[in-house]
């Protein structure tokens, strides 16, 4: 495609129910990137995938939280037993993986809602 | 650590006006990058602007342009013209080698026809 698409656009769930929002990145971009953005934390970083690298899981805010990138390509963000501080837009972002500050590319994120 | 302060929650421009959205930032880095995103109501994170630390000349993107000051660690936004469009939350983030985008708080601007 031509941008950073993800799914579903919203999720409603009731606490304690895991969760897994999708994330597939611009073709041929090697950088991944997870950021949530809520309204008392603002935009945070959750995640970032380098190539075959290991994932920056610094992050991540707690265990209930992780991630995967398979083929290089789609991500899935995982949350399990969800609760209500989850709830906020869940960004992913792709770029080039140049050296140096290459622009990351947002799509349009996934409105997560906690009941 | 780094961090990226937007003093300015809410800022209000008159249609065809400029107006300058305030940055600035604290980092120990001597190498690393500037942005600016707009985020309209559709969430939708869209770049408007980017500069390389490591540059002294001011990028511009069409109305778009920065007042990048490195010594003072501050980069502020100017809007040229003011179009309805341009109304949207702009938030400034930092960037160094490991990768990730450091948020500002986020601006919110609105225009006036």
């Known amino acids: 495609g031509a941008g950073v698409s993800q799914s579903p656009s919203n999720k409603v769930t009731e606490k304690g129910k895991d969760v897994e929002l999708r994330c597939d990145p611009i073709?041929?971009?090697?950088?991944l990137y997870w950021y949530r953005q809520s309204l008392g934390q603002g935009l945070e970083f959750l995640i970032y995938?380098?190539?075959?690298?290991?994932?920056?899981k610094s992050g991540l805010p707690s265990d209930r939280f992780s991630a995967e990138r398979t083929g290089g390509s789609v991500s899935t963000l995982t949350i399990q037993r969800t609760q209500q501080e989850d709830s906020a837009v869940y960004l992913c972002a792709s770029s080039a993986g140049l050296a140096g500050g290459d622009t990351q590319y947002f799509g349009p994120g996934t409105r997560l809602t906690v009941l | 650590a780094q961090t990226v302060t937007q003093s300015q929650p809410e800022m209000s421009v008159q249609e065809a006006e400029t107006v300058t959205l305030s940055c600035t930032y604290d980092?120990?880095?001597?190498?690393?990058?500037l942005f600016w995103y707009k985020q309209p109501p559709s969430r939708q994170m869209i770049l408007v602007i980017r500069q390389e630390a490591y540059k002294q000349q001011n990028a511009t993107e069409n109305r778009f342009s920065v007042n990048f000051q490195k010594a003072a660690k501050s980069f502020s936004l100017k809007i040229s013209d003011s179009q309805l469009g341009d109304a949207a939350m702009y938030f400034c983030?930092?960037?160094?080698?490991?990768?990730?985008?450091?948020f500002g708080q986020g601006t919110e601007l609105s225009v006036k026809p």
């Open positions: 073709s041929g971009h090697t950088a």
């Open positions: 980092t120990s880095e001597s190498d690393y990058y």
């Open positions: 983030a930092y960037r160094s080698a490991a990768g990730k985008l450091i």
């Open positions: 995938f380098q190539g075959n690298s290991a994932p920056d």
